[in-house]
C-alpha cells in the first residue's frame, strides 16, 4: 500500500545545528525521502545554518554523503539526488552574534510557511527566537520546532516557555516529542477512538493492569555528558514513556484537533498520583569483563563518572487518580542495555467473572500488546479450545498482526517518525506535538519524584548487561501478584 501525499505550498525550512548528529542522521535523510516521495515540492528551500564557515557548495557535498550514510540504499533514488541537492542553501551563523542574520534573511523568501528547526543545544534557544524577530525573519506563517530536552525540571522548562513565548505564540511553537511520529504512537488513537471493541472494555473493571516497556540494547557511550545528567527519569520517562501513557489513559477527544487531544492527555498527566518510593526501582548496567567475548564498559565508564548515581535503568508503578484508572496500576520500565531493543505496551485484562469451565487447562488473562518496535503491531491473546477429540481443554493463542504484513508492503512507505513530524509541522498540524502547559505538567509530577530519592541518597542498583534489569524490578510485580513480559524482540 502506497502512502498518501499531501500536497504542500513551497516552503523555506531553515534548520539550525544543520551539521550536528540530529541533522545528518534525522533531519536531512527524512527530508530527502519525503522529496523522493513527491512532498516537497519545487521551490521549496532547505537551508542549513551552522557555526561553521562554508560555501553552500559545501554543505551540498555533505549533504550527498548524509544521504549516502544514512538513508537505505534501496531508496537512494541517484535520479533524484540533484534535484534535492537544488533546494540546499547553507548560511553560516553565529546565533549569539550578528553574523550571518542579514544573509539568512535574504535567502528566505517572504510570504509563504517558515520552518526553523532548532536543532542545537537548549541554551541557544532563546537567542536563535530572539534574533530571528529582530532580524525581522520570523513572518506571520512562522514556525519553530524545538527539541527535546525542554528543560531539565519545572523551573528551566518554565522559563523556556516564557523566553519563546516573547517571541511566538503557542501555536508557532512545535515541541518535538518523536515518539509520538511513530506510527503506532498514533494507531494507538485509532486502535482506541476508531473501533467499538476495545472502548466499553478500557477502564478500572477489565483492566488489571498495563505495562509500558522501552528497552534498548545501546549504552550511553558517546553521550554520557548529556546522560549523566539526565539519567533514564529525565531522558525517556518525562517525555516519551510520558506521552505513550497518556494515550493509553486518556478519554476520548471530542474530535481529532490539535488541543483536543492535547487538552485529555493533559488531564492525564495532572491525574498522576506520586509515586511511592518503594514502587521505583533504579539501575545502573554493569561491564561485561570480556571472556569469551568482547569487554564492553559499564555505565559508569561510559558516562566517565565513577562517582555516578545516575540510573540507566528505571521501572516504577504509577496511578493515574481518576475514575476511569481507579485500581489499575500502569508499571514502566525503560533502560539502556538490556536484553534486547523492543517496545510495547502490554494491556492485561481481568479474569471472566465467572468460569463455566472446570479443570479446562491453563485458564490465562487476555493480553493486547502493542508493539512499537521492532515489527509493529498488535497481538491479542485470546482462550480457545484445544483442537481435538480431548474434552474441553482450554488453551491461549495470539491473534497476531503485523501492521505491515497487513496492509500489503514490508513498511516501506511508512514514514520515520521525523519525516512525518517535519511535515506536519510544515502543514501547521500541532497534534503530534506537546503543548507548553504538557510538558510543564509532566515536569511538575517528575521533579518531586526526582528530589525524593536525591534527598535519600539512593544509589542505583546494578544490572547485568544484557539482562532484564535489576532484581529489584521483578519484585515490583512480584509483590503484586503480577509479572513482567519477557524482553524480546
Ligand atoms: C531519545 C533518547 O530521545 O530516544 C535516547 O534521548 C533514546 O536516549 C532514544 O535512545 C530512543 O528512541 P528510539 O526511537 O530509538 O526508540
Not at 561485561?288 to 563518572?305: F, I, T
Not at 508493539?371 to 474434552?391: A, C, D, F, S, T
Request: with cysteine; net charge negative.
Amino acid at each position: 500500500m502506497v502512502s498518501r501525499v499531501i500536497p504542500v505550498d513551497p516552503f523555506d525550512l531553515v534548520i539550525f545545528g544543520a551539521t550536528g548528529d540530529l541533522a545528518r542522521r534525522k533531519i536531512l535523510p527524512g527530508l530527502y525521502r519525503r522529496f523522493v516521495a513527491g512532498q516537497i515540492p519545487e521551490g521549496s528551500a532547505i537551508i542549513g545554518a551552522a557555526r561553521t564557515q562554508m560555501e553552500a557548495a559545501a554543505f551540498r557535498a555533505q549533504v550527498r554523503d548524509v544521504i549516502a550514510e544514512f538513508v537505505d540504499p534501496a531508496k537512494h533514488h541517484p535520479d533524484q539526488i540533484e534535484g534535492f541537492l537544488a533546494l540546499i542553501d547553507y548560511v553560516a551563523i553565529d546565533a549569539r552574534g550578528t553574523t550571518g542574520w542579514a544573509s539568512l534573511k535574504a535567502l528566505v523568501t517572504p510570504g509563504r510557511v517558515h520552518a526553523f528547526y532548532f536543532s542545537v543545544a537548549p541554551g541557544l534557544f532563546g537567542d536563535l527566537a530572539e534574533r530571528l524577530h529582530a532580524h525581522d525573519i520570523a513572518g506571520d506563517q512562522a514556525r519553530i520546532v524545538v527539541e527535546k530536552p525542554f528543560g531539565r525540571d519545572l523551573a528551566t522548562a518554565r522559563a523556556l516557555n516564557a523566553t519563546l513565548a516573547e517571541h511566538f505564540d503557542e501555536h508557532q511553537i512545535y515541541r518535538i516529542d518523536h515518539y509520538l511520529g511513530k506510527e503506532t504512537v498514533q494507531n494507538l488513537m485509532a486502535v482506541r477512538f476508531a473501533n467499538i471493541l476495545f472502548e466499553p472494555l478500557w477502564n478500572a473493571q477489565y483492566i488489571d493492569h498495563v505495562q509500558i516497556t522501552v528497552a534498548e540494547t545501546v549504552g550511553v557511550a558517546g553521550r554520557g555528558a548529556y546522560y549523566d545528567r539526565s539519567g533514564a527519569m529525565r531522558d525517556m520517562v518525562q517525555n516519551h514513556m510520558m506521552q505513550l501513557l497518556c494515550l493509553i489513559a486518556m478519554e476520548p477527544p471530542y474530535h481529532f484537533d490539535p488541543d483536543a487531544v492535547r487538552d485529555e492527555k493533559l488531564k492525564v498527566i495532572r491525574a498522576l498520583d506520586p509515586v511511592d518510593p518503594q514502587d521505583i526501582v533504579r539501575g545502573q548496567y554493569l561491564g561485561v569483563s570480556g571472556k569469551g567475548c568482547a569487554p564492553q564498559p559499564g555505565y559508569l565508564a561510559d558516562a566517565e563518572n565513577p562517582g555516578s548515581r545516575t540510573e540507566s535503568y528505571i521501572a516504577m508503578k504509577v496511578h493515574v487518580a481518576n475514575w476511569r484508572w481507579k485500581g489499575t496500576p500502569f508499571y514502566l520500565r525503560t533502560g539502556k542495555r538490556l536484553r534486547a531493543r523492543t517496545s510495547e505496551i502490554a494491556i492485561t485484562f481481568k479474569e471472566p467473572p465467572h468460569s463455566i469451565f472446570d479443570d479446562a487447562g491453563d485458564w490465562r488473562e487476555n493480553v493486547l500488546v502493542i508493539r512499537l518496535q521492532p515489527n509493529e503491531g498488535m497481538n491479542l491473546k485470546v482462550m480457545i479450545k484445544e483442537p481435538g477429540p480431548g474434552g474441553m481443554r482450554l488453551v491461549q493463542v495470539p491473534l497476531d498482526m503485523s501492521f505491515a504484513e497487513a496492509l500489503g508492503d514490508d513498511g516501506a512507505d511508512i514514514p520515520d517518525a521525523y519525516e512525518r513530524l517535519i511535515m506536519d509541522v510544515i502543514r501547521g498540524n500541532q497534534t503530534l506535538f506537546m503543548r507548553g502547559d504538557e510538558v510543564e505538567a509532566a515536569w511538575a509530577w517528575t521533579d518531586p519524584i526526582i528530589a525524593g530519592w536525591e534527598a535519600r541518597g539512593d544509589r542505583p542498583q546494578p544490572y547485568d548487561a544484557g539482562s532484564s534489569g535489576p532484581e529489584d524490578a521483578l519484585m515490583l510485580m512480584h509483590r503484586d501478584g503480577r509479572r513482567w513480559r519477557e524482553i524480546r524482540e
